[in-house]
């Protein structure tokens, strides 16, 4: 425990939440982020100033895209373990901002590979999304699946970390593994998600826009399973896969250490469902506006967690009834209301 694990993205909602739980458990945690205001940089401060009560948290405000910042922390430090969640999140937002995605998710994650390939880095594990499907109508969504049809630049640009991952993997036998993330939402939540959005306008009585006139299915997945999921990985570097075969290449593994999982409820639901338990938890009903579909958006995701099972077992598995329960909880403590 006294080696030190790399968390990018720390104060990033699912950063965070990994950071806490791995300094729970006794661990020496680096944190790195760059505090960009995407959305209000009073949350980031806010799940920062948490993780800074612990002795065992070290901070780095930086740029991941900086290449010789970075270079620097990886020399420094030699992480063995790297939890690399830092990106430029966002469907829509990668619509009209390609360039953040070319930056933070791109050139970003580059200097993250090189810095892990000089340094010793025994295991990366990076944040992959459920936007990789793009175009597969075909459910639920397996790991196996070819996933050539990316419908956003921000889907592209985690399509093209999964390929950049396998190179290093590859060439320099860095394990690497890729965790595609099915609509994580909880407490310290992004406030441009659904959750966020939806309770903000139900508590104003403002509408809530639910595109695709509401007949959208989605994999909600509570943040706590997400945690558990990379905390047990980060012990189990991806190895080579004897089995893979080029004549029949299967995308999930590979004859380099390299792994993808998906980290999903695997129980899809309907967006009016979660409209209704928030209405339930906040005491009032919501004003629905629909609209129709939006660009580089899908109608449904349904992770299949199969091999995630297998290999570490354990299966997403928290009630969206319990999730916004909690999340509702921390939401109204956190806003003040």
Not at 45 to 72: G, K
Not at 152 to 157: C, E, N
Not at 207 to 217: A, E, V
Not at 289 to 315: C, K, S
Request: contains cysteine; charged residues 20%.
């Amino acid at each position: 425990m006294d080696e030190p694990i790399l968390v990018t993205g720390a104060a990033g909602f699912i950063g965070f939440h990994v950071s806490r739980k791995l300094l729970s458990q006794g661990h020496r945690v680096v944190g790195v982020d760059n505090m960009t205001p995407y959305y209000d940089p009073a949350l980031k401060e806010a799940r920062y100033a948490e993780l800074a009560t612990s002795n065992h948290f070290e901070f780095a405000r930086l740029d991941l895209a900086d290449r010789a910042a970075t270079a620097r922390l990886f020399n420094e430090n030699r992480f063995p373990y790297v939890v690399h969640l830092a990106a430029q999140a966002g469907v829509r937002h990668s619509i009209s901002h390609p360039e953040a995605y070319v930056d933070a998710n791109l050139q970003g994650f580059a200097n993250v590979l090189e810095g892990c390939r000089h340094n010793g880095c025994r295991h990366l594990i990076f944040a992959s999304s459920s936007s990789v499907y793009g175009a597969n109508t075909r459910l639920p969504f397996r790991v196996s699946d070819n996933v050539d049809h990316p419908i956003s630049m921000y889907a592209a640009s985690k399509k093209a970390n999964e390929l950049m991952a396998h190179s290093y993997a590859h060439l320099f036998r860095l394990p690497v593994t890729g965790l595609r993330f099915f609509t994580v939402y909880g407490p310290w939540g992004r406030p441009d998600m659904a959750m966020w959005l939806f309770a903000e306008a139900i508590r104003a009585g403002k509408p809530i826009m639910l595109f695709n006139n509401g007949n959208m299915r989605r994999d909600f997945t509570y943040v706590d399973d997400v945690v558990e999921s990379i905390v047990r990985l980060i012990g189990k570097p991806a190895a080579p896969d004897p089995q893979w075969s080029g004549k029949n290449p299967d995308p999930a593994t590979s004859s380099a250490p390299y792994r993808i999982y998906n980290i999903g409820n695997n129980s899809p639901v309907e967006l009016l469902h979660i409209v209704a338990e928030l209405e339930k938890c906040l005491g009032r009903k919501a004003v629905r506006e629909l609209m129709p579909m939006q660009p580089g958006d899908v109608p449904e995701t349904y992770a299949d967690v199969d091999d995630l099972m297998r290999d570490v077992g354990f299966r997403p598995g928290t009630p969206v009834e319990t999730g916004i329960r909690n999340f509702v909880e921390w939401y109204l403590r956190y806003t003040g209301a």
